[in-house]
């Protein structure tokens, strides 16, 4: 049997029906409401994907918290990248992040006023381009959390070509779960912890955050078998109040990380205070160049500002509370009215890791859930 | 942004792999250098990275697991409840 095969299992009907009817038994034993958020956008998507929140009971919810990267990297960093953009630069990014707006237009938009802007699929294709091209001088706008800063971290110790610099904007997830746990306006039960990131981090780097919050808290995969699982677990550990750290991804998340990547990444960033566009600024929660590669690092080269954080939303939108987790898409005004994918007003109609552009993917028009 | 794909590891040739993602997708020039791998075991790539060397076993034994807890539930009608 071969992985690929395995996984095929984390796809079983059956299971899922067995695995519902426990989950219904514990959630009436608990007999109360139950709010688990989960911190990915992949996730979001296996949930909607799967149809999984239709498997829930009345008295729990999962609903998406801050997870995607595009939607929270700030407006001046984007305007930043614009501004390079229209400047004679060429500015290298991922798709995503290339439609995403800041103040004025979106990359995709600057292309069309004769920027030079392409769209690439990982940091390596940003190196190779630059390396044909020695005579222009590139920025790679690099947005992700920590599951993609370790790949960046490489390029830069490997010494990338001169010509290239490197706009980075990458976010670490224990921060964000930290300061969500904080808040005092979201009354989250448990967290369903991002697989991805937590590969590279390791279970132990929510060990602080654990002991504040003592808090229920699943890494989780992204089969949707990984996630009823991963709900199981936290309804059971919620029933015996016994909140613990538990490992649904036991396949690629271990207790250290990937001690390999870890080294790579902080050899190349330091964590420093970060801004989260519609969230917060989060102490220790941006991965920043170390300051010997500071030669590389586009904000020193170009002087580019320390711009105030703002959130820039357009009026009456709420993507800050769709990013944060208030709300779900359909009680934004805007939702599928003004904003669609087709045209949207917001980087969570932007991203295919936003909540609102996965909804609306998904022909999510409205959720006839009351809250308690 | 964090989506990542298992794949089995073909031939290795330095910091770079070739990698079967079955259904006849096979792709060269993977990064293997955040991991310690060789040919022939899974990983699981991220935007042309390989993040993790996937344990067969781990995969295995928690799909047995919760087979065996749940070997006695009875399912939900199909509504749900």
């Known amino acids: 049997m071969t992985v690929l095969s395995i996984l095929d299992g984390y796809r079983d009907a059956d299971l899922a029906k067995k695995l519902q009817s426990r989950i219904n038994r514990l959630s009436e034993k608990i007999g109360r409401n139950i709010l688990i958020m989960h911190v990915c956008g992949s996730h979001e998507w296996t949930i909607t994907h799967h149809g999984v929140r239709s498997l829930l009971p009345e008295n729990v919810e999962v609903r998406a918290g801050p997870g995607c990267p595009v939607c929270v990297t700030p407006t001046a960093d984007i305007d930043a990248a614009v501004e390079l953009a229209l400047d004679g630069k060429t500015a290298l990014t991922y798709g995503d992040m290339s439609r995403a707006k800041g103040s004025k237009q979106s990359l995709a938009e600057a292309k069309t006023l004769g920027g030079d802007v392409r769209v690439v699929y990982s940091v390596h294709d940003a190196v190779k381009i630059a390396k044909s091209r020695p005579e222009k001088e590139f920025v790679f706008f690099a947005v992700g959390f920590e599951t993609t800063a370790p790949a960046t971290a490489y390029e830069i110790l490997q010494g990338p070509p001169s010509n290239l610099r490197f706009l980075t904007c990458y976010r670490y997830v224990p921060s964000a779960v930290e300061a969500v746990s904080r808040s005092p306006d979201l009354r989250v039960d448990a967290f369903i912890n991002a697989g991805h990131a937590s590969t590279i981090t390791g279970m132990r780097a929510y060990k602080p955050c654990f002991d504040e919050c003592h808090k229920p808290m699943v890494f989780s995969g992204f089969e949707p078998l990984d996630v009823l699982i991963s709900v199981a677990m936290i309804l059971r550990q919620i029933c015996d109040n016994e909140p613990k750290m538990e490992n649904e991804y036991t396949r690629s998340v271990t207790w250290d990380g990937n001690l390999k990547a870890q080294e790579t990444m902080w050899k190349a960033f330091d964590l420093r205070e970060g801004y989260w566009r519609g969230v917060a600024t989060i102490p220790n929660s941006a991965l920043d160049l170390k300051a010997e590669f500071s030669q590389l690092d586009a904000r020193e080269h170009y002087g580019l500002a320390a711009e105030p954080a703002s959130e820039g939303f357009v009026k009456n939108a709420r993507c800050a509370d769709v990013i944060v987790g208030k709300i779900d898409p359909p009680e934004c005004p805007l939702y599928m009215k003004e904003c669609t994918p087709a045209s949207p007003l917001g980087p969570t109609m932007v991203s295919s890791e936003g909540t609102c552009k996965i909804w609306a993917d998904h022909r999510i028009i409205s959720t006839m859930r009351c809250r308690a | ?81």
Not at chain 2, 2 to 26: N, Q
Not at chain 2, 29 to 57: R, T
Request: glycine share 12%; charged share 25%; aromatic share 10%.
């Open chain 2, 1 to 81: 942004m964090c989506l990542a794909f298992p794949g089995r590891v073909l031939s290795i040739d330095g910091d770079f792999a070739k990698v079967d993602f079955g259904e006849g997708t096979a792709r060269e020039g993977i990064n293997v250098s955040l991991v310690e791998v060789k040919p022939g075991q899974y990983v699981l790539v991220h935007a042309g990275y390989a993040i993790q060397v996937m344990d067969e076993k781990e995969a295995q034994k928690t799909l047995s697991y919760w087979r065996e807890i749940l070997a006695y539930e009875q399912p939900s009608g199909p509504l749900g409840r």
